[in-house]
């Protein structure tokens, strides 16, 4: 094995706090492919609020087939397609997915070491991500993305989510916009809905 992303591996093995060790492996990860990656989906929702559990990490990035390959003999188990298994030493393990090669969004660093960080998902992307997904009709949707925003309300760009959101396709933007209306009202924020998304 390359000593491509070892430290990394062996930060997040010794790890405890579960938030961190998730961003440990991610740049891990990213030592291992050579190129940025970027955390989004739960685990980034977890690192935004504190308050949610994952059921994987997602991993947003190119991964080529050879790179993948890499990551296999640095000790992560193929589950097949773009997902993988990572065992920690205290027998706990993790899920990995790449659902996508392109970021969409923006994304702010956190810093793990003097010469370590990790790319994350910015918070007001991730509560456009969490719009979207509420859109679907479903309850779990909905109340996740109203979760998020009641945790990250007072810390997101309002003008920064509904710009993004206006630079939609029309039937997304429309949609959009109404649901962030009912989310932010939802959450206890309706003072932000009539100010940003009433339209």
Same mark, same amino acid.
């Given at each position: 094995?390359?000593?491509?992303?070892?430290?990394?591996?062996?930060?997040?093995?010794?790890?405890?706090?579960?938030?961190?060790?998730?961003?440990?492996?991610?740049?891990?990860?990213?030592?291992?492919?050579?190129?940025?990656?970027?955390?989004?989906?739960?685990?980034?929702?977890?690192? !935004?609020?504190?308050?949610?559990?994952?059921?994987?990490?997602?991993?947003?990035?190119?991964?080529?087939?050879?790179?993948?390959?890499?990551?296999?003999?640095?000790?992560?188990?193929?589950?097949?397609?773009?997902?993988?298994?990572?065992?920690?030493?205290?027998?706990?393990?993790?899920?990995?997915?790449?659902?996508?090669?392109?970021?969409?969004?923006?994304?702010?660093?956190?810093?793990?070491?003097?010469?370590?960080?990790?790319?994350?998902?910015?918070?007001?992307?991730?509560?456009?991500?969490?719009?979207?997904?509420?859109?679907?009709?479903?309850?779990?949707?909905?109340?996740?993305?109203?979760?998020?925003?009641?945790?990250?309300?007072?810390?997101?760009?309002?003008?920064?989510?509904?710009?993004?959101?206006?630079?939609?396709?029309?039937?997304?933007?429309?949609?959009?916009?109404?649901?962030?209306?009912?989310?932010?009202?939802?959450?206890?924020?309706?003072?932000?809905?009539?100010? !940003?998304?009433?339209?």
């Amino acid at each position: 094995m390359s000593d491509r992303g070892r430290a990394e591996l062996a930060a997040a093995n010794r790890e405890s706090n579960k938030t961190v060790r998730r961003l440990w492996l991610v740049a891990a990860i990213q030592a291992i492919v050579a190129r940025p990656v970027f955390l989004v989906g739960g685990a980034a929702v977890d690192l !935004h609020t504190g308050s949610y559990r994952p059921t994987d990490v997602d991993i947003v990035g190119v991964v080529t087939t050879e790179e993948m390959a890499d990551l296999l003999l640095a000790g992560f188990t193929d589950l097949a397609g773009r997902h993988l298994r990572w065992d920690y030493s205290d027998g706990s393990m993790e899920l990995i997915e790449f659902p996508d090669t392109v970021l969409d969004g923006h994304f702010e660093q956190v810093r793990l070491g003097d010469d370590v960080v990790v790319n994350v998902i910015s918070v007001e992307s991730l509560v456009v991500d969490r719009i979207h997904q509420a859109t679907d009709g479903s309850l779990v949707t909905y109340e996740e993305a109203v979760r998020l925003v009641a945790a990250v309300a007072h810390r997101v760009d309002w003008e920064a989510v509904a710009a993004d959101l206006e630079g939609r396709p029309e039937a997304v933007y429309l949609r959009s916009m109404e649901w962030a209306y009912k989310i932010l009202t939802a959450s206890g924020r309706e003072d932000l809905g009539t100010n !940003h998304f009433a339209r």
